[in-house]
């Protein structure tokens, strides 16, 4: 009997990895009372002077915040999460428009501190008496029938250990997900975008405060360029500027690199200080951005989770919310089928996978809307569009972004929606714009001379959908510009 569970077989764990979802696995199966072997092949963060990271910290909404409270780290975010109520929208004349991220009280997201979390997680796992870590252990080999797996430690020696189940958990470029893709029937599917990111630090300003208002999302939308800053509980904010690689290779100098943020992000030089920015810009390396797809998602006795199933973009700022519930996911099935592994693992995959790439496909959707059709004002003008509309038609209308972040609809219902969403927006177009120019003539075209245009225009019509027909791709090419330009343009 351990803190009110009864104390399951001595079924043995193994988590490979122990960044943010297999740290909350860790406590997951601590508190079933599983006996649990953790393995990360960095040294351990909480003692590491600097941790090499992938952002400082992330925007946590409503699918991950539902994990961490089924862990009991509801607390956790609460005290050191800092809620975004709106996305704050910089013009490139520094004048700022905030749009609410929704009419609900608790529509906003929460920036929180990776590494804290991660350590958080990993002290709540390690109070556990059957939870072991073993840090500075990089799987190289796995046996996904009998758990059996090799660990390559400091000194290039090797150890050997073994498991009931091996937990995946080793991130995009995942070790466990390398052994399966050798399986017969396994698809995988990767892709790097053009797109490269480094993290700068907007400090806090001369009075000790954050430089600027601290609960939103900033967002810089400059079409090809993003750049967001999201706050810190020291006062500061992590800015990540998004940016083609070709565009990076380009700033080789302190001078193109203050050109090139004080012609596109006047604001934030003032704010980062434009000394500070350079320094900070020349010594980072920018980072790749890569999606990964996957299926199925287990093998043998082996399951992968989190990045190791899904990476994606983080253009909706989703990845560590579905990998947390990857894990509460799981954990219900467990519930459902009683520890039963041979049971929960198929159930797992045939549950998680359609959502998995649902995700993968939404956050590469975004990234190429924000990319094309995105700048301060037609960034501002879709997103009070999708509130009016929300406000409007609560039930049949609510934006993508809602759904995706402040709901737990599965993720590929949320592509269904977006699909219906797309096509309702492209008939609108079509109404709209037909209604405007009939009206339009209407108002120049005397009536007679209307019956004659309309007799010409079935003509021309009927010309017209000749034509289309044979450039359907065209047509397809504008469809898509339509949807999108009818959204950002009149
Ligand atoms: C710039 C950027 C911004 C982001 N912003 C957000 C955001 O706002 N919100 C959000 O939800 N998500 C965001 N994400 C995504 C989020 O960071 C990831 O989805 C999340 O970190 C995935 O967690 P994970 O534990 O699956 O993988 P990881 O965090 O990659 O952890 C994998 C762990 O496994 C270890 N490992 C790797 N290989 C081995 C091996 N062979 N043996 C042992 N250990 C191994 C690694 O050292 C690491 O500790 C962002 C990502 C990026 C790059
Ligand atoms: C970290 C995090 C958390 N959420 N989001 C996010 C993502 C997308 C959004 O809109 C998509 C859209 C805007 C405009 C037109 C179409 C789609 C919104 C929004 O609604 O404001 C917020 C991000 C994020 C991450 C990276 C970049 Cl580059 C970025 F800008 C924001």
Redesign the pocket.
């Known amino acids: 009997e351990i803190n009110g569970h009864s104390v399951a077989p001595s079924k043995r764990i193994a988590i ?9 696995n860790a406590c997951f199966f601590a508190q079933k009372g599983f006996h649990v072997d953790l ?4 040294a351990d ?1 909480r003692t590491a002077t600097k941790v090499a990271g ?2 400082i ?5 409503h699918r ?1 915040r539902a994990a961490l409270r089924a862990v009991g780290l509801e607390g956790h975010i609460t005290t050191e999460g800092i809620p975004m109520y709106a996305r704050m929208i910089h013009d490139l004349d520094g004048s700022t428009h905030a749009v609410p991220y929704g009419t609900r009280p608790d529509h906003f ?1 929460i ?1 929180i501190d ?1 590494r804290r979390l ?1 350590e958080v997680m990993l002290n709540m796992a390690e109070k556990f008496p059957l939870v072991k870590f073993h840090f500075n ?4 080999k796995c046996n996904l029938e009998s758990g059996d797996m090799t ?1 390559s430690i400091s000194g290039g020696a090797t150890v050997e250990h073994t498991a009931d189940l091996v937990i995946g ?8 997900r390398g052994v399966m893709e050798k399986k017969i029937l396994f698809d995988f599917k990767q892709e790097y975008i053009e797109h490269g ?1 480094v ?1 700068l630090e907007t400090p806090a300003d001369k009075s000790g405060d954050y430089a600027m208002a601290k609960n939103y999302l900033h967002i810089w939308p400059r079409d090809t360029f993003m750049l967001i800053a ?1 706050p810190n509980l020291d006062r500061s904010f992590t800015t ?1 500027l ?1 940016m083609p690689f070709k565009q990076f290779d380009q700033l080789t100098t302190e001078t193109a690199v203050t050109n090139f943020f004080r012609a596109t992000f006047p604001d934030a030089v003032k704010l980062i200080g434009e000394n500070h920015l350079v320094k900070s810009f020349m010594d980072t390396k920018p ?1 790749s ?1 890569i999606s990964v797809k996957c299926k199925p998602y287990h093998s043998g006795r082996a399951v992968i ?5 899904h ?4 253009f ?9 519930l990857d894990c509460l996911m799981f954990h219900e099935l467990m519930d459902q089928y009683n520890d039963n592994f041979d049971l929960v693992l198929p159930a797992f995959t045939k549950m998680m996978q359609p959502n998995g790439e649902a995700i993968v496909d939404l956050a590469a959707y975004n990234y190429i809307e924000m990319r094309h059709l995105v700048n301060t004002w037609s960034y501002y003008f879709r997103k009070k569009m999708d509130n009016f509309l929300y406000r409007l038609m609560p039930n049949s209308w609510v934006p993508r972004y809602t759904m995706v972040t402040f709901t737990l609809t599965p993720y590929s219902k949320c592509i269904e929606h977006r699909d219906w969403q797309d096509k309702m927006l492209t008939r609108a177009a079509w109404i709209g714009g037909t209604t405007i120019v009939a009206m339009a003539l209407c108002a120049v075209l005397p009536l007679a001379q209307m019956e004659d245009y309309l007799e010409h225009s079935t003509r021309i019509g009927r010309t017209f959908s000749r034509v289309v027909r044979g450039t359907k791709s065209h047509l397809g090419y504008s469809q898509f510009f339509l949807r999108h330009a009818w959204r950002y343009s009149n």
């Open positions: 490979v990895g122990g960044g943010l979802v297999g740290s909350l393995y990360e092949s960095r963060i992938r952002s910290n992330l925007a946590l909404s991950g997201i920036s990776r991660n252990h990089r799987l190289v660990f958990c080793d991130g995009a470029h995942s070790a466990v990111y993290e999201l990540t998004f980072s951005l989770m989190g990045d190791a199933a990476a994606m973009v983080p909706y700022g989703q990845g560590m919310n579905a990998g947390f």
